[in-house]
T-cell receptor, first 113, second 110 residues
C-alpha cells in the first residue's frame, strides 16, 4: 500500500496567487481529513469528508479556502487568493474505521511570500 | 471549544530512563485517546490508542487513561535517542474528528 499521497511536497507562491493541494487517500478508506499545522496553533482540522461528501467545514478559516472530493481516490484543497498567513504545513489523512486510526500523508509545506 | 493541553517541553531525559508525557482534555464526553509521534519535518504516526481507564502496554510504550481526571499519559521505558520527537495527544468523542494537542517535544540524551 502506497499510503496517503500528497502533492506537491513543497509550494512557494506569491501573495494573491491560487494554490491547489492534492491528496490521494488509501484505497478503501471512506474518511478523508484536511489538517493544517503551525507552531502557534498546532494541528487544526479544516474539513473532513465521508464517502466523498463534506461533513464539516467549520474549520475552514475563510471563504478563500475550498475543498472538493470528486471521487473516492482524490481530493483537493484550494486557496484563492493566498496570503502570507496561510503559510503552514497542510496534511491530508484518511481512515477506514470511522475516525479511528488515521494515516497521514507526508504533507505539503506551503510558503506564501 | 474542545481543548487538549500538553506541556510543549522540551522534555529532556537521559538514554535508558523513563520518559513521561502528559495530556489533559476538556471534553468529558471524550471516548477515544491516541498518541502520535512526529519526527521533525515528517507526518504524525499513530503509536498508541486507549479507550478505557487504566494502563495499556505495547512494547516500551504504556498509555494510561484516567477519565475522572480527564488525563492521559504516555510512558516510554528505556528511552532511546531515536525516541526524540514531538508527541501529540489526540482525543475524540464518538465519530467526531480527532482534536490534537500542540505536542510535547522529547529529547533523549545519549
Amino acid at each position: 500500500d502506497a499510503g496517503v499521497i500528497q502533492s506537491p511536497r513543497h509550494e512557494v507562491t506569491e501573495m494573491g496567487q491560487e494554490v491547489t493541494l492534492r491528496c490521494k487517500p488509501i484505497s478503501g478508506h471512506d474518511y478523508l481529513f484536511w489538517y493544517r499545522q503551525t507552531m502557534m496553533r498546532g494541528l487544526e482540522l479544516l474539513i473532513y469528508f465521508n464517502n466523498n461528501v463534506p461533513i464539516d467545514d467549520s474549520g475552514m478559516p475563510e471563504d478563500r479556502f475550498s475543498a472538493k472530493m470528486p471521487n473516492a481516490s482524490f481530493s483537493t484543497l484550494k486557496i484563492q487568493p493566498s496570503e502570507p498567513r496561510d503559510s503552514a504545513v497542510y496534511f491530508c489523512a484518511s481512515s477506514s474505521e470511522g475516525v479511528y486510526g488515521y494515516t497521514f500523508g507526508s504533507g505539503t509545506r506551503l510558503t506564501v511570500v | 471549544q474542545k481543548e487538549v493541553e500538553q506541556n510543549s517541553g522540551p522534555l529532556s531525559v537521559p538514554e535508558g530512563a523513563i520518559a513521561s508525557l502528559n495530556c489533559t482534555y476538556s471534553d468529558r464526553g471524550s471516548q477515544s485517546f491516541f498518541w502520535y509521534r512526529q519526527y521533525s519535518g515528517k507526518s504524525p504516526e499513530l503509536i498508541m490508542s486507549i479507550y478505557s481507564n487504566g494502563d495499556k502496554e505495547d512494547g516500551r510504550f504504556t498509555a494510561q487513561l484516567n477519565k475522572a481526571s480527564q488525563y492521559v499519559s504516555l510512558l516510554i521505558r528505556d528511552s532511546q535517542p531515536s525516541d526524540s520527537a514531538t508527541y501529540l495527544c489526540a482525543v475524540n468523542e464518538g465519530n467526531t474528528p480527532l482534536v490534537f494537542g500542540k505536542g510535547t517535544r522529547l529529547s533523549v540524551i545519549a
